[in-house]
């Protein structure tokens, strides 16, 4: 079943992610885009094309203060690169970037609609198979971005995304998307480096505490921002900037999302 799930989503793309990629998706950006405005205050309408909490909208009115250098995104733990934080930015505002995910068939699926929607324009992504790790992710993102910066950084590895964004040091993106084990809350909790994490989802929790990714990201010069609705997607902006952007605590996230 999950194969034949694989095969309708790769190969009936046009009509499984229809609603994401044309028509209505196009004119709900523009109203979103020419909603907003420049105080730093985010707006309480969510904007959710790829996402489902709210993280497309969070990323635009981020950048809409920070502003932009290359639009060029990394998504580390990519899925299918449509179920992505990031896809809005692709198909929608004219990003290239660089996924990388672990499994093989999830990113050739995405690979493969890529292209067939944008033909040689394809040729802005790269789609890396890779077990991340604290020793190879530098290398990867050195051989992928060819020591070109990126506006954006998103982790998601349902557990390592603290080790691996402390281990980061080639690339110093405007802001980074970072998962988070919300459950830990307001306390300090970094879990065990695993070697073997999965490479899928499950119920059981996993991730650093958002008080202790809140510090790291401190450590590397970053500020706590935003996160999507649920609180287990946290962001974060470089200081330098912030401009209208207004530093959140911990605890105002959390109590936004209680």
């Known amino acids: 079943m999950n194969r034949l799930k694989h095969l309708v989503k790769k190969y009936l793309w046009k009509q499984v992610f229809h609603h994401r990629i044309y028509g209505n998706a196009i004119k709900q950006n ?23 909490a709210g993280e497309d909208g969070i990323l635009l009115e981020i950048f809409s203060n920070t502003g932009i250098v290359n639009k060029r995104f990394v998504d580390i733990g990519s899925n299918d690169c449509i179920n992505s934080n990031c896809a809005n930015l692709a198909f929608h505002h004219g990003w290239s970037g660089v996924f990388i995910d672990g499994n093989n068939d999830l990113l050739e699926r995405g690979k493969y609609i890529y292209s067939q929607h944008l033909g040689n324009a394809v040729s802005r992504f790269s789609f890396v198979h890779a077990i991340v790790t604290v020793n190879n992710i530098n290398k990867i993102l050195s051989n992928s971005l060819n020591r070109e910066e990126a506006d954006l950084l998103s982790i998601d590895l349902d557990g390592n995304d603290y080790f691996i964004w402390e281990k980061i040091t080639v690339i110093n993106p405007r802001v980074v998307v970072a998962e988070v084990q919300v459950e830990k809350g307001n306390t300090d909790f970094i879990p065990s480096y695993n070697n073997e994490f999965e490479l899928y989802e499950t119920n059981t929790p996993k991730g650093a505490s958002p008080l202790s990714m809140t510090k790291l990201a401190e450590a590397k010069g970053y500020k706590l921002v935003a996160a999507n609705k649920g609180c287990y997607n946290l962001f974060f902006v470089r200081k330098d900037c912030m401009n209208n952007l207004k530093e959140l605590s911990v605890e105002d996230v959390l109590k936004e999302n209680a």
């Open 30 to 52: 523009k109203d979103f885009i020419s909603g907003l405005d420049e105080t730093g205050t985010f707006s309480k309408k969510r904007l959710d094309i790829f996402t489902t």
